[in-house]
C-alpha cells in the first residue's frame, strides 16, 4: 500500500507558524520528488513547494516564497513544511504529493485566524 500521511495543522494567528510532516509507506520515497499543494475553500488546488528527491533543490509558489520551507529525511521518510508568518489567506488543506506518481495524501487542514 502506498500512503502519505499529512500531520501538524491546526489553527494559528495570523504571524504565527506551524510545522507540517508527512510520513511515507509503500514507495521508494528517496527517489522521488515530493511537493506541497493546497486547496482553500472555494477554489482550486494550486502549488505550494516542491523538492528534488535529494533536497537539492526546492522551489515555491510567489504567495509563500520567503515564508514556508520545505524539507525532507530520507532516512525518516518524511516530507515537511515549515511555515512561517502565516496569513489568512494560508487557510487550506494542505496535501502531500508525489507529483511524478500521481499520489496524493488525505490531507491536514490549516486555519489562519485572530
Known amino acids: 500500500q502506498v500512503q502519505l500521511v499529512e500531520s501538524g495543522g491546526g489553527l494559528v494567528q495570523p504571524g504565527g507558524s506551524l510545522r507540517l510532516s508527512c510520513e511515507a509507506s509503500g514507495l521508494t520515497f528517496s527517489n522521488l520528488a515530493m511537493s506541497w499543494h493546497r486547496q482553500a475553500p472555494g477554489k482550486e488546488r494550486e502549488f505550494v513547494a516542491g523538492?528534488?528527491?535529494?533536497?537539492?533543490?526546492?522551489r515555491y509558489a510567489d504567495s509563500v516564497k520567503d515564508r514556508f520551507t520545505i524539507s525532507r529525511d530520507n532516512a525518516k521518510n518524511t516530507l515537511y513544511l515549515q511555515m512561517n508568518s502565516l496569513k489568512p489567506e494560508d487557510t487550506a488543506v494542505y496535501y502531500c504529493?508525489?507529483?511524478?506518481?500521481?499520489?496524493w495524501g488525505q490531507g491536514t487542514q490549516v486555519t489562519v485566524s485572530s
Open positions: 523538492i528534488t528527491n535529494a533536497g537539492g533543490t526546492t
Open positions: 504529493v508525489a507529483p511524478s506518481r500521481g499520489y
